[in-house]
Structure formats: C-alpha cells, structure tokens
C-alpha cells in the first residue's frame, strides 16, 4: 500500500513560519523526485517546488526564497519549510513522489495565513 501523508498544516500569521511533512510508505522513496503542490480556492493546482533524488531543487517564482524543501530519505519523509508566510499562500498543500511514469499523491494538509 503505497501512502503519502502530510502533516503540519494550520494557521498562522503574515509573516511567521511552518514546516510541513510529507511521510512516505510502500515504495523506495528515496530514488523518486519530491514535489510539493498547492491549490487555492477556486484556483488550479499549482507546482510549489520540488527535489530530486539527489537532492537539487526548483521552486516556483512566488515562492522562492521564502520557502525551502528538504528530504530525509532515512525516514522517508519531505519537507517544505514556509517563511515569510503572505495570505496568497493559504491553500491545500499536497505532496507527490514520481519516478517514470509512477506518480503518488498524498491526500492533503490545510495552510491558512491570516491577513
């Protein structure tokens, strides 16, 4: 049973910090890319950023310099480090892993960044 679980999500205020996880189980995590996606209210799926297996990341524009991913394969888990959190951020954060044509999605954490 392949499952990707995120954690972390919440409220918080302009300005301040979170860190989500993303867990991963059931597949070799550690040779598949990483990504992190959002999705606003009434807005697309859109690409936050993502990390290899060897560990170089991209980052969408909006959110570069802010946000930061990170991996530790010896516990299967990814992160995204949030700074500098604005209202535009608020969405539900997914997490991917994908190798090839295999493609997982976990089910989704709640970011809020009050105004």
């Known amino acids: 049973q392949v499952q990707l679980v995120e954690s972390g999500g919440g409220l918080v205020q302009t300005g301040g910090s979170l860190r989500l996880s993303c867990a991963g189980s059931?597949?070799?995590?550690?040779?598949?890319?990483m990504g992190w996606y959002r999705q606003a209210p009434g807005k697309q799926r859109e690409l936050v950023g993502t990390?290899?297996?060897?560990?170089?990341?991209n980052y969408a524009d909006s959110v570069k310099g802010r946000f930061t991913i990170s991996r530790d394969d010896a516990e299967n888990t990814v992160y995204l480090q949030m700074n500098g959190l604005k209202s535009e951020d608020t969405a539900v954060y997914y997490c991917?892993?994908?190798?090839?044509?295999?493609?997982?999605w976990g089910q989704g954490t709640q970011v809020t960044v009050s105004s």
């Open positions: 991917n892993g994908k190798l090839l044509s295999l493609l997982y």
């Open positions: 059931g597949f070799t995590f550690s040779i598949y890319t």
């Open positions: 990390i290899t297996s060897g560990g170089s990341t």
